[in-house]
């Protein structure tokens, strides 16, 4: 069964990898994708997720997401399903008793829960952003101890 959170973050792929014009065009490319809703409740999910129209390079009006530079548009979108089968994580970066974690727009928030509620003894905590999770590592743990905890916890880290 399809979510909310599942449609909402299939819309937000769609809006940020093809250029679209109308309310029309959403619901087609939703239909694709699987989910089957009302105009009404398209509306809502655009408001809900701050969607706005913006002038394209084209000239066109086509909808955009609040932060523009975190769904950067592509040229050759793949299909929804593969883009979101793509694992968050990209990179992890050491200094000190500290570690930055870099995920894809939108991951660092889900990644950083399961790293603090999977109770790695290493990791003091976390703080996440967008794309980026900063986490505190305790002073007896060495770099290869972490990677190896947090490769049981993050999905295709390596």
Excluded at 26 to 41: D, I, N, P, S, Y
Excluded at 72 to 97: C, D, Y
Excluded at 142 to 147: L, R
Aim: aromatic share 6%; net charge positive; hydrophobic share 40%.
């Amino acid at each position: 069964m399809k979510t909310k959170k599942d449609r909402l973050e299939t819309l937000r792929m769609i809006i940020s990898s093809r250029e679209m014009g109308s309310q029309e065009e959403l619901l087609v490319a939703l239909q694709k994708e699987g989910f089957q809703l009302t105009q009404a409740t398209l509306s809502r999910d655009l408001k809900q997720l701050k969607v706005a129209k913006a002038a394209s390079m084209g000239g066109n009006y086509v909808y955009v997401l609040p932060n523009v530079a975190m769904y950067k548009r592509i040229s050759s979108p793949a299909q929804v399903k593969e883009m979101m089968q793509v694992p968050g994580f990209l990179s992890i970066q050491f200094s000190g008793n500290m570690g930055v974690i870099k995920t894809r727009p939108g991951y660092a928030s889900s990644i950083a829960y399961n790293i603090d509620n999977s109770n790695i003894p290493y990791i003091l905590g976390t703080i996440a952003g967008d794309d980026t999770i900063f986490i505190v590592i305790s002073e007896a743990a060495s770099e290869h101890d972490v990677v190896s905890a947090l490769s049981k916890v993050v999905p295709n880290m390596f």
